[in-house]
């Protein structure tokens, strides 16, 4: 492996929102509670692969929900670190972003993050962060991700991108 320094995204990256609150729910696209997701095919195998490798991992997740008034900044991290324990790579760096810009005059936002922020992706700055914390540049590291967003990110931020179907060999 070529790189020092792997980030993925959370949410349909390495995780997946368990069937049974999908049913219930079929518009959620993240979880918003402790229990609701749980690991996608094939990742923790490969986040195994890269720890056996030396690749230090780090997780980047935008949480928008903070700024909406859905969970609490707090909230947010027990369900990106969740997420860590799950995959397997508990221990591991994580990022969360909680600013949203477009809450702003929602009844329920957060004034203290309904903003926009440079860590929100696009913007690099999460990925940024993890770089310096890991000590490694931009051409040591790798973002995982499944949104436009993630793509724009890492590309933001000068690192190699990949879509988490090709990365972890989904149909």
């Given at each position: 492996m070529d790189y020092k320094l792997a980030i993925f995204d959370i949410d349909g990256t390495i995780t997946e929102i368990k069937p049974e609150i999908?049913?219930?729910?079929?518009?959620?696209?993240?979880p918003?509670?402790?229990?609701?997701?749980?690991?996608?095919?094939?990742?923790?195998?490969l986040l195994e692969e890269l720890q056996a490798n030396e690749v230090g991992i780090a997780l980047a997740t935008n949480r928008g929900g903070v700024a909406w008034g859905y969970n609490t900044l707090e909230e947010a991290y027990e369900m990106a670190e969740e997420a860590a324990v799950l995959c397997g790579v508990e221990g591991s760096a994580?990022?969360?972003?909680?600013?949203?810009?477009?809450?702003?005059?929602?009844?329920?936002?957060?004034?203290?993050?309904?903003?926009?922020?440079d860590c929100r992706k696009p913007?690099?700055?999460?990925?940024?962060?993890?770089?310096?914390?890991?000590?490694?540049g931009p051409e040591e590291t790798i973002f995982v991700g499944d949104m436009e967003t993630d793509m724009r990110a890492a590309e933001n931020a000068g690192?190699?991108?990949?879509?988490?179907?090709?990365?972890?060999?989904?149909?």
């Open positions: 999908k049913e219930k729910n079929p518009k959620a696209h993240t918003n509670t402790l229990g609701e997701q749980q690991p996608k095919e094939n990742v923790i195998a994580v990022y969360v972003c909680p600013y949203h810009a477009k809450a702003k005059g929602f009844f329920k936002a957060d004034p203290r993050y309904a903003m926009d922020s913007n690099p700055g999460m990925l940024i962060k993890a770089m310096e914390d890991a000590g490694v690192v190699l991108f990949y879509w988490a179907k090709d990365y972890f060999g989904w149909e």
